[in-house]
Nanobody
């Protein structure tokens, strides 16, 4: 079994910053691509940022480029999302998604339960 847990959400004023954290645990040989998604009120879930295990460049949605930074710490099986210059439109539940190479050498994706980010104007 693999568990994915996010933390770090909260209420912040526009222009402020938050740092989200996500950690995977369980039967894991390695963590591959790690991603952050978000789902705002009445909106579809969208990919915000992704970071590969190695070798490729990170991806950012146009709406967050220059404001958000994704990073990872493989020793802790963790991924982070530093969010600066937050805007009310960033209000959403933020979900962590990780591709995990498990004990059977099969890659599967796992979702966290999400963490709420609310940006007040």
């Amino acid at each position: 079994q693999v568990q994915v847990v996010e933390s770090g959400g909260g209420l912040v004023q526009a222009g402020g910053s938050l740092r989200l954290s996500c950690a995977a645990s369980g039967s894991i040989k390695s963590v591959e691509t790690m991603k952050w998604y978000r789902q705002g009120p009445g909106k579809q879930r969208e990919l915000v940022a992704s970071i590969p295990r190695a070798g490729s460049t990170n991806y950012y949605a146009d709406s967050v480029k220059g404001r958000f930074t994704i990073s990872r710490e493989d020793a802790k099986k963790a991924v982070y999302l530093q969010m600066n210059s937050l805007k009310p439109e960033d209000t959403a539940v933020y979900y962590c998604y990780v591709d995990v190479l498990g004990s059977l050498y099969i890659v599967r994706g796992y979702w966290g339960k999400g963490t709420q980010v609310t940006v007040s104007s």
